[in-house]
């Protein structure tokens, strides 16, 4: 369905100043989430607490981190494209600060999910308000700006997998928490000062949008009303709990196949390669994968990320036991997970409109915070079974039934609606 729009475009390039600002800020915060995992071994060998009550923090972390955007998303909505960006953002720099700030001096796993709650609030405010700006902003090119955004968030730990993990080795889990506190949250809270939402009339014209857009903007409320949106919802779950198991455990499964300390590349082990690597695959796949969705459609990307996800869940349990047999296939996982954070907020804005879009991708959301508590149950799934091969399995058919799901049932409602849409258009009343 093409779409246009008539909008100028008096500020040019500045939206792509924008859209930097936003990716440097979802940078500033990928360590709470991708870091985390370097942190848990650690903690629970000088505190002699049990993995999975550690991870109960990762859960709360997560679930804080989007159950709460709705709200931060609304807030920022409310208080206008000028103020609310950079008040958010701002404030969820000093919220990072201070939670990891928390962990850092937790001398008990109830301090520990203390700093869970508060770095989970600072961080949902800035990646609710990064991500509305950029489906905002880029209505002709959403999944690519939205791809963008969202690797700032997969990637951004890149590169501070190695100075995290020898600074553990070298002064301690807590100091690390301390001092990465300190410096991430300094450069959000000067970065936010220069963000904003765009004004009417300053969105650039798009020429022909390849993809089925809506031409009306749907308030939360309307669109919680929509079955196709609670589809959306249980799609997102089920692949974000399925990456999310991954992402939390990456490091003990490591551990437990034998390779986490094997050396395979220029004194580098196979956990610091596969962090690096995975965190790019991560990364990358945002803007790749949203760009691809601008070409061909968002549930025909979705249907060739998610078969090869399913696949690479299956060879990591299958094939994954060697060094580099586990880097690669843990990047594979990595690579055709991370778009979901891409394609599901640009799915959602296609869907029902840019007026609303930070609340309404902030809603949607909420499904990754819904999926963090299946993190904690593959330790239980793994501990009954003997193995993490279960646990894959279970990870690779969530992803094929997402597949079904986006080719024959959301598909066919998106073209059902669309049509209507159409029909009321050129009759000039509602489609019966």
Known sequence: MAVSTNAASPTGGFRWVQLIIGVACMAMIANLQYGWTYFVGPMAKAHSWDVGSIQVAFSIFVALETWLTPVEGWIVDSLGPQRGPKLMVAVGGICVAIGWLINAKANSLEMLYVGAV?????????????????????????????GFTAAGFGAGAAVTVIPIQKMIASIGYADTF???????????????????????G????ASQVKVLQSKHSSTPGQMLASPVFWLLYLMFVLVSASGLMVAAQIALIAKDYGVAQTVVLFGAT???????????????????????????????????????????????????????????????????WGEIFSLFPSTCTDMFGPKYATTNTSLLYTAKGLSAFVVPLANVLKSYTGGWHSVFAVAAIMNFVVVGLALFVVRPMRLSISAAQEQERVVGQPAE
Do not use: H
Request: aromatic share 16%.
């Open 202 to 205: 300053e969105v650039p014209s």
């Open 118 to 146: 508060v770095s989970g609030i600072g961080a949902g405010g800035i990646y609710a308000t990064c991500v509305g700006n950029a489906v905002k902003w880029f209505p002709d090119r959403r999944g690519l700006a939205v």
């Open 178 to 200: 301390f001092w990465f506190a300190l410096g991430q949250g300094a450069v959000i809270f000067v970065l936010a000062w220069l963000l904003r939402s765009p004004e009417p």
């Open 270 to 336: 196979t956990l610091i390669v596969s962090g690096v690597i995975d965190n790019l695959a991560n990364g990358s796949a945002r803007p790749f994968f949203g760009w691809v969705s601008d070409q061909i459609g968002r549930e025909y990307t979705m249907a060739i990320a998610f078969t090869a996800g399913g696949l690479a869940y299956w060879l990591l349990g299958t094939a994954g036991t060697t060094p580099w047999t586990f880097v690669i296939c843990a990047a594979l996982i990595f690579f055709t």
